[in-house]
């Protein structure tokens, strides 16, 4: 083997195993723990439902429920319509009732309920990663 | 033919240019306290009150269009004037957020439904049974979905009634009726301070908003404030003009000595609950079954109602009872009902009004006519539709009511 | 916020709205220009001159094609944008073993919002020009004539007709890119891996493999498109 050839292969297997990292790092994902977030008992007094970016809260029944907006069918962010007091996912219009139960549409499963923990003050939820 | 397709090109160039240079751009994106953006906020420049600032809420979450864009017939596409109006009030006022509690309770109170009203005039007129139990249809909302009137009585409350509801859209009518109505606007708007722009909403409701509405039938918005509808000849002429004031709707009033409550310093809201205006969640047939405040709430009681809600105004200031006003919190002294003249055995039957209404304004000879050659603007459809309702009356008096029995009390008997 | 900056360009930048929508119409115009091209290079039989490879590097350009397009969609950051980037995320998800990795080389829209799909979108849409330029401009010279043609048509297009914005408010009812309203359709009635993944690929196998048979893959791809049309059509009307 002369010095070219194997430089040659060398610099093969070097440039593929850079392209591989640079593929295995654009694919990665730095793991990410679950959120947490603080909700205020205060900010909860008297009402029935509470719309936030990510997730309801729904006090139905004497329960409160905390229900993910991510539509179980493609992850559409689910919407609430004032009008017939369902929960609504834009997207192919699958409906939730207000307890997160799956009434019709593509989704066939209901919304995701988010583990809630009473503390000092109020609520601590949990988003998962 | 490309030479004229690229000739046209450049022309729309320059139509570019020009637009662009007529269009009024923002100097930077503007965005809410909640990180939502407002474009709206970046040309106008209105401020609500404070609860309800422009910087917290923006604007397009009550008055609706397109909060992303700055070209006025893309930004407005959508708006809602009103937003208080109740068929988009469930998206503005009620949004979750906000007070999603409210509009299904107004919707079933008796300023939406006006049930009292509707039924009682169908039972009068013979259209439905006698026994005044509830109707459904009985609503000025089915009464609005209603392509044809079904009936005399319907076509009389359209025409003659039918302005003084929460459904009625606030602006929609000509003259005086255009201040009318509006959801939850008609009882809570007042005007703004002229730098403003904007009109603002208030829990200090003032008697002009009840009044517009509630100044018929047994008068109540006029004898409270001391005003008397009389005969209406105008009178006294001075220098051939009518020397009479008058109301917004044409008719004269005579100033009498007002309620003693109007003139301590108190208005509506006062005494009149939230749960009696904007229905406490219960759809009512009459308004009998809707008030609850009575005079011995605050005289001789603690301010509870007679279903057990209280009076805010009346509050405990040592050992003594006490009144304090809603709109500039004044603090008035509460007297109890006198012992020997109210409480004596012999006067137990008697309510309160048998005694301590005066002078009541009462409406002799009660004529209506419809003449059907003429047409009449019905104010629920907003269309003139044939057939013109008068109202007549023999004559107009006031003087001390009558007493009558109604189940075991003496009350006051008030024709009109 | 990504919203922050699409209002930005459209409201505070001078002629920013200007670009934004010729970029818009551009893109639309490239794409449909791409589907009569293709057609019309299948009807010229342009694959007998060429080999198989060259083939199917050329006809794989398409989905990529589609893929500019669509993430150009997402990186809006409106409601549209983000609602058709997260069913993008989760309809390759399905795939079992490359759907993770496709998803966080091209979308991961639920975990770093549209932070990918933007690199997907300005990377993609560079390599494309270049590598296609490269290839197309040894076979012709293209007139600057031509070009300011359509140019024109998308300045005309774009004075007339501003594309669509969505803001955040009670909406019950997104509608999708335009030319995905059939599968968006689709996935009303199938699932996600059948209407999401395998019928899209149904053409671009078919169209790989049109050399292999001409009349059948020819078929097939009118019968597909034809289907596609329709469900289109029933979308667009809801």
């Not at chain 1, 192919?92 to 923990?117: E, M, N, V, W």
């Not at chain 2, 005579?254 to 609950?273: M, N, S, T, W």
């Not at chain 2, 044939?386 to 029995?405: D, H, K, M, N, V």
Request: charged letters at 20%; aromatic letters at 10%.
């Amino acid at each position: 083997m002369t010095r070219r050839t194997f430089l040659g292969r060398l610099s093969i297997i070097f440039l593929t195993s850079l392209a591989g990292l640079g593929i295995y790092s654009a694919t990665g994902l730095f793991p990410r723990p679950p959120k947490k977030i603080f909700i205020r008992k205060k900010d909860l007094e008297g009402k029935k439902l509470v719309i936030k970016d990510s997730f309801f809260l729904s006090f139905q029944k004497g329960k409160l429920l905390a229900l993910s907006r991510t539509c179980p069918h493609l992850g559409c962010k689910v919407t609430y319509d004032p009008h017939r007091k369902l929960f609504v996912c834009p997207c192919h219009q699958s409906r939730f009732t207000l307890t997160g139960k799956y009434l019709s549409g593509p989704a066939k499963k209901d919304l995701q309920a988010l583990t809630i923990k009473k503390t000092e003050g109020g609520y601590i939820l949990e988003i998962p990663a | 033919m490309k030479r004229l397709v690229l000739l046209f090109g450049i022309g729309l160039l320059l139509v570019a240019l020009v637009k662009e240079g007529l269009r009024k751009r923002a100097s930077q994106v503007p965005v809410t306290t909640s990180g939502q953006v407002e474009m709206c906020l970046s040309c106008h420049q209105e401020r609500p009150e404070k609860v309800h600032s422009r910087e917290v809420i923006g604007c397009s979450p009550c008055h609706g269009g397109d909060p992303l864009r700055i070209d006025k017939h893309l930004a407005h596409r959508g708006l809602i004037k009103n937003p208080a109006d109740l068929r988009v009030v469930d998206y503005t006022c009620g949004a979750p957020s906000c007070h999603p509690e409210m509009p299904e309770r107004v919707k079933k109170s008796l300023m939406a439904t006006n049930r009292g009203i509707i039924n009682t005039l169908r039972r009068y007129w013979g259209e439905i049974p006698e026994n005044p139990r509830f109707r459904e249809e009985d609503d000025v909302a089915v009464l609005l979905n209603e392509k044809s009137v079904s009936s005399l009585a319907l076509d009389y409350f359209r025409k003659l009634c039918g302005s003084c509801h929460l459904w009625f859209e606030k602006g929609k009518f000509p003259d005086f009726l255009g201040e009318k109505g509006g959801g939850c606007v008609a009882c809570h708007l007042v005007p703004g301070p002229k730098e403003a722009k904007h009109p603002r909403l208030t829990r200090k409701i003032p008697i002009q908003n009840c009044v517009r509405c509630h100044n018929r039938s047994g008068r109540i918005g006029l004898t409270y404030q001391g005003l008397y509808e009389d005969e209406g000849y105008g009178t006294p002429y001075i220098e051939g003009d009518f020397g009479e004031p008058f109301l917004v709707d044409g008719r004269f009033v005579r100033e009498i000595p007002a309620d003693v409550h109007f003139k301590a310093g108190l208005v509506c809201i006062d005494c009149h609950l939230a749960e009696e205006t904007m229905g406490d969640g219960k759809a009512y047939t009459h308004f009998e079954e809707s008030v609850e405040i009575e005079c011995v709430t605050c005289h001789g009681g603690d301010g509870t109602t007679r279903k057990g809600r209280k009076v805010s105004g009346v509050k405990k200031q040592g050992n003594q009872l006490v009144f304090i006003t809603k709109i500039d919190a004044k603090v008035l002294p509460l007297k109890a009902p006198d012992a020997l003249k109210c409480r004596h055995k012999v006067h137990r039957r008697l309510s309160c009004q048998a005694c301590h209404a005066s002078r009541v304004p009462q409406c002799f000879g009660c004529h209506v006519r419809r003449d059907p050659r003429q047409t009449q603007l019905d104010k629920i459809s907003g269309q003139e539709t044939p057939g013109a309702w008068e109202e007549f009356r023999s004559y107009q008096r006031l003087e001390e009511p009558t007493l009558g029995l109604k189940g075991d009390k003496i009350v006051i008997l008030v024709p009109g | 916020m990504p919203l922050l900056s699409t209002v930005g360009i459209e409201g505070v930048i001078p002629f920013g709205a200007l670009f934004r929508y010729l970029h818009y119409y551009a893109a639309q115009f490239t794409f449909l220009f791409l589907f009569w091209h293709t057609t019309e290079a299948l009807w010229a039989r342009s694959y007998q001159r060429r080999h198989f490879f060259h083939w199917f590097l050329l006809t794989s350009t398409y989905p990529l094609t589609i893929l500019a397009l669509f993430t150009g969609y997402i990186v809006r950051g409106d409601e549209t944008g983000l609602s058709a980037g997260r069913i993008a995320e989760n309809l390759i998800l399905t795939l079992p073993f490359f759907g993770k990795i496709l998803n966080r080389l091209f979308f991961a829209v639920s975990e770093e919002g549209i932070h990918r799909a933007y690199i997907t979108h300005i990377f993609l849409s560079f390599v494309l020009f270049f590598l296609l330029g490269i290839w197309h401009f040894r076979l012709r010279k293209i007139k600057l004539e031509d070009l300011s043609l359509w140019a024109t048509g998308a300045l005309a297009l774009s004075l007339l007709w501003p594309p669509p914005l969505e803001a955040p408010h009670f909406q019950t009812s997104l509608k999708g890119p335009w030319f995905f309203l059939g599968i968006q359709e689709l996935l009303r009635y199938l699932p996600p891996f059948g209407a999401g993944i395998i019928f899209p690929l149904i053409p671009i196998i078919l169209l790989v493999f049109f050399p292999r048979a001409p009349k059948r893959a020819g078929w097939g791809l009118l019968l597909w498109h034809l289907f596609y049309f329709a469900l289109l059509g029933r979308g667009l009307l809801r």
